[in-house]
């Protein structure tokens, strides 16, 4: 399992691309090299911020509800299972 040919390179689209290295790949056609090893930027940037702005939203949210339940818009009428339908 040191070099796996059949690989297709991203450059010249041949299935040339051998693994070099552990993290390198490399292409036997155009010479394209390509280094796994290098992390990607992005990877770094985890989505916590709008992920904690939300739970801060959702606990100032519960906080500020008081004891009254707010009124709920439902008929008086006897709710089926779903009374969709019959609205119209
Ligand atoms: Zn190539």
């Not at 691309?17 to 796994?36: A, E, G, H, I, P």
């Not at 992005?42 to 904690?52: E, H």
């Amino acid at each position: 399992m040191m070099t796996q040919p059949g690989l297709e390179c991203p450059q010249c689209g041949k299935h040339s691309l051998v693994q070099r290295t552990n993290d390198v790949y490399l292409c036997l056609s155009c010479n394209f090299k390509k280094d796994l090893a290098a992390p990607p930027p992005k990877k770094s940037s985890f989505n916590i911020v709008p992920f904690i702005g939300l739970c801060v939203l959702l606990l100032l949210a519960l906080r500020s509800v008081p004891k009254a339940t707010p009124p709920a818009p439902q008929p008086t009428s006897s709710s089926n299972k779903m009374g969709v339908s019959s609205n119209k």
